[in-house]
């Protein structure tokens, strides 16, 4: 009998154990409390569906999209997972991408999100989805359109290590940065 009651207790204990570490792991993805309603991050099902926003010409695949609800309102939030450490301030494109998504959200979801996550490593910053953030994707898109028909462009970045993984070297012709 005694047996059965500390076998019992320690059961109990260890599936209290493993709740907490669930949620000490779902706290480290830095999803918010919510619903994920979309997923490509490969870690569960792979997800086919590309997120599209014709008005502007986007297209995409956010790594999650969750559905929160906050002060009684329910919306949709793009999450974008970077591997690296919070740099002291976002990157530009970081934000842009998420602003992006943004973008697309509302174009699928019908509804704008008032912000997006970028989670890092040790961080998770609150991006809020404004109308300059806004402005700046469509002009970061309609340069990039410009910049496909053109016959030069010039390296936007200074980044060794960006050049060595870059597939477009043979283009780079003098501004390329590796000897």
């Not at 999650?64 to 793009?78: A, D, I, M, N």
């Not at 609150?126 to 010039?154: E, G, S």
Request: aromatic residues 10%; glycine residues 8%; charged residues 20%.
């Amino acid at each position: 009998m005694v047996y059965w009651l500390l076998f019992s207790l320690l059961i109990l204990l260890f599936g209290l154990w493993l709740l907490r570490r669930g949620q000490a792991l779902y706290v480290h993805t830095g999803l918010p409390a919510g619903e994920i309603v979309y997923n490509d991050t490969g870690a569960w099902e792979k997800v086919e569906r590309t997120l599209i926003n014709r008005q502007y010409g986007l297209i995409g695949k956010p790594d999650y999209l969750v559905q929160v609800t906050e002060k009684g309102r329910s919306f949709t939030v793009p999450v974008e997972v970077k591997s690296a450490k919070r740099p002291p301030t976002p990157h530009a494109g970081h934000i842009l991408q998420l602003g992006t998504y943004c973008l697309l959200v509302e174009a699928v979801y019908q509804q704008t999100p008032p912000y997006g996550l970028l989670h890092y490593a040790d961080a998770t910053l609150r991006i809020r989805f404004t109308q300059a953030l806004r402005q700046d994707v469509i002009a970061a898109a309609d340069a990039i359109r410009r910049d496909q028909q053109a016959r030069n462009v010039k390296r936007s970045h200074n980044e060794l290590g960006r050049c060595r993984a870059c597939g477009y070297q043979q283009g780079c012709g003098d501004q390329k940065l590796l000897p």
